[in-house]
C-alpha cells in the first residue's frame, strides 16, 4: 500500500517586511496612535448618549448601572491616552568639543627619529592664539582649558618650547616623551615659560604639565618656569639633565612640583658613579611653592631653596651621599628662611640650613647616618624648630644636628627648639636637656655638653635637690652655668641627688 505523500509548501520569509520605508513606518506608528484615540472618542459618546438618557429620567437601574461603567472605562482611557499632537522634537544643538591640539597632525614625528620643535611650537602657537574665555590676572588670556596633545609619541627637540608672547593661562601640555637632541643649547630649559620682554607682574596662569617624561641629554635642564603664576608639574619623569637644573623656578608665585621623579642619571642607588653627581634637581628661586610627593634620586643637590614660605612634604633624596659631597636639600636664604620639610626622607643626604629664620623640620626619617647642619653666615638662628623625627645611623659617632660655625659664630639665637627626636646608632642633640647627679658633699656639677646644641649656651636652668639623710635641711643654690655645666652649692655637707633641666632655645 502507498501512503499519499503530504504536499509541504516551504515557508519563505517576506523580505519585503524588512524593507519598510520610512512613509510606511510613519503610517504605522499614525494607526499606532489612531487606535486608542477612536476608543476613547468612542468612550466618549457612549458615555455622553447614556448620561444624555439618564438626564431624560427614562433609564432603568440596570441601563444606569451599566452607563456608570462605560464612565468609569471613559475616564481611564482618557487618563493613559497619549497626548493627541505631540511638539516636534527639538533639533540637538551642535556642542563645540574640547580645543585639543595634536601635535602629530601638525608634522611632529612620534618615533623621534625626526625634530619636532616646528611642529609642537606650532601647536603652542595656535593654543595661545585660540579663542579666549575671558582675563585670568591682568593681562593673561583665559584659554578655556585647551590642550596640548603629545599623543603617547617620543619627539625629538632641538631648541625650547615656548609660547610666542606672555598673557596665557588655563592650558595643558600632556602625555608624551620629549628629548633633548645633541645640539639643544646647554644653558636653556626643554620647556620655558618664561617672556623677558613683558612688562606683566605674571606673564602666564594655571599651566599644567603633566604626564611628561623629559629626557635632557645631559644637555640643558628640563622645566624653566619664570614670573608665572599657579603651574602645575605633575607625574613628570625628568632625567638626564646636564650641570644645571632639572627644575627652575623662578619669581612667580605657587608653582606646584608633585608626584614626580627626577634624577639627572637613571639610577637606583648605589651607583659607581655616584661621585661624579652634579646639578640641581629642583631649584626653588620663588615663595609659596610647594614640592609633594617626590622622589630625587641622582643629582648633587636634591633641592635647593632660596624663596620664602616653602612647603617641602613627601620628599624622598637619595641624590649624591653627604659623604661625597651631596646634600639632599639646602635652605639658602640666610635670615628670611621661613619653609617648612615635613614628613620627608632624607636618605645618606642631609639638610643644610644658612642663618635660619623660622624653619621647621619634622616628621622627617634620616638614613645612614644623614644629619641636618646648621650654617652661620651672619650668626642669625631663630625660630627653628627640629622635632619629632627619626634619625638612623651606623654607630659611628654622628650627631643628628651640627653647627658650621667657621665663618662666624651663632651670636643671636632665640626660639630654637631641638627635642623630642628618635635617635639609633647617631648622637643625639638637642637644645633641651635633663640630668642628675648622686654626691655627699657640698658642690654637685652636672655636664650638658654631650648633650647640647649650642657650646656655652644655657638659658634656662631648674633644678631639685633631694637630701637622703632624714631631718637635714641643707640651704643650697645654683652657683654656676657656663660652658654648659650647671654647678649647685649646700652649706654643709649632705648627702643627696640633684636633678637639673635646662633649656638653650628661651
Known sequence: MYKSAKCVTPIRKDTSLYNVSLEET???????????????????????????????????????????????????????????????????????????????????????????????????????????????????????????????????????????????????????????????????????????????????????????????????????????????????????????????????????IRNSFLGQHITAGGDRGERSFSGTAINLMGNDNAVTDTVIFSARIGVMVSGQANLLSGVHCYNKATGFGGTGIYLRLPGLTQNRIVNSYLDYTGIVAEDPVQLQISGTFFLGDAFILLKSIAGYIRGVSIVDNMFSGSGHGVQIVQLDQRNTAFDDVGQVVVDRNSV?????????????????????????????????????????????????????ALRNVSDNRVVVETNAPVTGTVYVTVNQGV
Open 424 to 476: 639609633n646608632g647617631m648622637v643625639e642633640k638637642s637644645t633641651v636637656a635633663r640630668g642628675s647627679v648622686d654626691g655627699n658633699g657640698t658642690s654637685w656639677t652636672v655636664d650638658f655638653n654631650p648633650v647640647l646644641l649650642f657650646p656655652d649656651l644655657i638659658n634656662h636652668v631648674q633644678y631639685t635637690l633631694v637630701a637622703s639623710e632624714a631631718g637635714v635641711f641643707p640651704l643650697h
Open 26 to 256: 510613519m503610517e504605522l506608528r499614525k494607526s499606532q496612535v489612531a487606535m486608542p484615540v477612536f476608543l476613547a472618542i468612542m468612550s466618549l459618546m457612549v458615555s455622553q448618549v447614556v448620561f444624555a438618557e439618564k438626564d431624560s429620567g427614562s433609564m432603568s437601574p440596570h441601563d444606569r448601572a451599566l452607563a456608570e461603567m462605560q464612565a468609569l472605562k471613559a475616564s481611564l482611557v482618557r487618563r493613559n491616552l497619549p497626548a493627541l499632537v505631540s511638539p516636534p522634537p527639538t533639533p540637538p544643538q551642535a556642542v563645540p568639543g574640547p580645543r585639543v591640539y595634536q601635535v602629530i597632525s601638525y608634522g611632529a614625528d612620534p618615533t623621534g627619529k625626526l625634530d619636532s620643535t616646528d611642529a609642537i611650537l606650532k601647536a603652542m602657537e595656535e593654543a595661545f592664539d585660540g579663542p579666549n574665555h575671558g582675563v585670568l590676572m591682568q593681562g593673561i588670556n583665559d584659554l578655556g582649558g585647551a590642550r596640548i596633545d603629545l599623543q603617547g609619541g617620543s619627539y625629538l627637540i632641538s631648541r625650547p618650547l615656548r609660547f610666542p608672547s606672555a598673557g596665557a593661562g588655563n592650558l595643558l601640555i600632556s602625555g608624551g616623551t620629549l628629548r633633548a637632541s645633541n645640539d639643544f643649547p646647554v644653558d636653556r630649559y626643554l620647556i620655558e615659560l618664561k617672556d623677558e620682554s613683558s612688562k606683566l607682574q605674571y606673564i602666564f596662569e594655571y599651566i599644567t604639565l603633566r604626564d611628561l617624561l623629559i629626557d635632557c641629554n645631559y644637555r640643558g635642564g628640563a622645566i624653566a618656569v619664570i614670573n608665572s603664576l599657579r603651574t602645575s608639574i605633575d607625574n613628570c619623569y625628568i632625567t638626564r639633565f646636564g650641570d644645571t637644573n632639572g627644575i627652575l623656578v623662578k619669581s612667580g608665585h605657587e608653582t606646584y
